[in-house]
């Protein structure tokens, strides 16, 4: 689901106008620095909750899986930050337009939103997370 997300996500890259598109290893790297080049997304997974099982003696679990995506814009036309906070409306806009309804993979239910937050703003980079959900099944292979 992450592997193709990023996929999905770099081969619209240009319509998205973004810069960068990384996983959880590059926004390691971003975070502790600055990324490389802005406008960045990075996809990571966040939660698995798993429900009860529904067919005892065998397992057969609904998961309901979260990620995020992390848009990184850095903008310097202010320092109140008003003109980073456009820019991330626009990019954060696009990439909801390609996320919302895309299945990440066979077996998967179609993103949905889920929560979303401003990260941090420092340095002259504005950080946010998206929150997408999807839904599969885990069953046994006994």
Do not use: C
């Not at 810069?19 to 997974?45: D, R, S």
């Not at 991330?88 to 949905?112: F, Q």
């Amino acid at each position: 689901m992450i592997t193709e997300t990023i996929a999905y996500l770099e081969t619209n890259k240009a319509a998205l106008g973004l810069a960068l598109v990384g996983g959880a290893a590059e926004f390691q790297k971003a975070a502790e620095t600055n990324p490389p080049a802005t406008p960045a997304a990075y996809v990571i997974e966040l939660s698995e909750d798993a429900g009860p099982n529904l067919v005892p003696p065998d397992v057969h679990q609904r998961v309901k899986a979260n990620i995020g995506i992390v848009h990184v814009i850095r903008n310097v036309a202010d320092a109140k930050g008003d003109a980073a906070r456009k820019d991330m409306e626009a990019l954060r806009g696009g990439t909801k337009g390609k996320l919302l309804g895309w299945s990440p993979a066979t077996g998967y239910a179609a993103y949905e939103r889920a929560r979303s937050n401003l990260l941090v703003f420092r340095d002259a980079h504005m950080w946010w997370q998206d929150g997408y959900s999807t839904e599969f099944f885990d069953r046994s292979v006994l």
